[in-house]
């Protein structure tokens, strides 16, 4: 014998599907803003790092293995500053502060491309910087979206964060290829674009 279920009961429980409409609605703000910074974000890192090592061979004369010790670098930096950083916003439960110096010293480090552009040792710091304040920025950017979520919204919050940080990731080196487009080996375009991002 089957359970005779109302018309209410019906709605109810389609409001509780992650995908319906109301579940959408539900989605606090603040993740939407954050989705929205690392849209940003990442389109203007997106574009020096799908780029950098085409710069780095062709306009600094790079060997292979220089850039992949580079590259080494600063994505295990990025890896051992994340720790730190949740750490970090745990203790002082400040997560806003602590993500806003992680976005604000990758913002910076795009200018610095421009004044480090011909020295490789001045840009394999900046981009290390790059790094460290992605991975200081990943860890309490996550607990601000999960602070604002009720819990059967956690999936849908991520899911949508995480679909705008990958658009931006996408849409990075799609800028900086039509930017080469227009202005062949113009590396430099690419910074200021980046930093103006």
């Known amino acids: 014998?089957?359970?005779?279920?109302?018309?209410?009961?019906?709605?109810?429980?389609?409001?509780?599907?992650?995908?319906?409409?109301?579940?959408?609605?539900?989605?606090?703000?603040?993740?939407?803003?954050?989705?929205?910074?690392?849209?940003?974000?990442?389109?203007?890192?997106?574009?020096?790092?799908?780029?950098l090592p085409l710069y780095l061979l062709v306009a600094l004369r790079f060997s292979p293995f220089q850039v992949g010790v580079m590259d080494g670098l600063y994505q295990g930096a990025t890896v051992l500053v994340r720790v730190m950083s949740g750490l970090v916003a745990d203790r002082w439960r400040r997560p806003k502060q602590v993500a806003a110096v992680g976005y604000g010293l990758s913002a910076v480090c795009k200018l610095g491309l421009l004044i480090a552009s011909s020295s490789w040792t001045a840009i394999a710091g900046v981009m290390l910087l790059d790094r460290v304040g992605k991975g200081i920025r990943t860890a309490?950017?996550?607990?601000?979206?999960?602070?604002?979520?009720?819990?059967?919204?956690?999936?849908?919050?991520?899911?949508?964060?995480?679909?705008?940080?990958?658009?931006?990731?996408?849409?990075?080196?799609?800028?900086?290829?039509?930017?080469?487009?227009?202005?062949?080996?113009?590396?430099?375009?690419?910074?200021?674009?980046?930093?103006?991002?």
């Open 140 to 197: 309490p950017r996550d607990a601000m979206i999960a602070a604002s979520s009720q819990p059967e919204q956690l999936a849908t919050a991520f899911g949508v964060h995480r679909a705008m940080d990958t658009a931006g990731a996408m849409i990075g080196p799609l800028l900086a290829v039509a930017i080469l487009s227009v202005a062949p080996e113009q590396y430099d375009a690419i910074f200021v674009v980046s930093f103006c991002v």
């Open 1 to 51: 014998m089957y359970q005779a279920e109302t018309p209410a009961d019906l709605l109810k429980k389609k409001r509780k599907l992650p995908g319906s409409r109301s579940s959408w609605t539900r989605v606090a703000s603040t993740v939407f803003l954050l989705g929205t910074t690392s849209l940003l974000t990442d389109i203007s890192s997106e574009m020096v790092s799908a780029m």
